[in-house]
């Protein structure tokens, strides 16, 4: 299995940027797809981004899509998600995951094995 930790979450004013990362222990990191999702108070969780192993493909939701990038750094094996212009509606825990088989980013939560504790992200209009 592999261990996710999220870090980096916070509060923040509209319009401002925060960059969570997630870091990897445990079993191998690669060569599958990492994703980030995010629950609103009182919704359900939602797909945010994913990228596979090397980076080269990503995907995101298109409520982010030109705000949010999604990177990763095999040697320290950590994902990052920088989140520009945000927005209250950003509002959210955010959680990053992990896929186990799946090499291609994948929207769907299923396709996800390993899933990080959650860092809460508020964005203060």
């Known amino acids: 299995q592999v261990q996710l930790v999220e870090s980096g979450g916070g509060l923040v004013q509209a319009g401002g940027s925060l960059r969570l990362s997630c870091a990897a222990t445990?079993?191998?990191?690669?060569?599958?797809?990492m994703g980030w999702f995010r629950q609103p108070p009182g919704k359900e969780r939602e797909f945010v981004a994913a990228?596979?192993?090397?980076?080269?493909?990503?995907d995101y939701g298109d409520s982010v899509k030109g705000r949010f990038t999604i990177s990763r750094d095999v040697v320290k094996k950590t994902v990052y998600l920088q989140m520009n212009s945000l927005k209250p509606e950003d509002t959210a825990i955010y959680y990053c995951a992990a896929s186990l088989t799946v090499r291609s980013p994948v929207r769907g939560p299923t396709s996800y094995d390993s899933w990080g504790q959650g860092t809460q992200v508020t964005v203060s209009s």
């Open positions: 990228s596979s192993y090397s980076g080269t493909n990503t």
């Open positions: 445990g079993r191998t990191f690669g060569p599958y797809a």
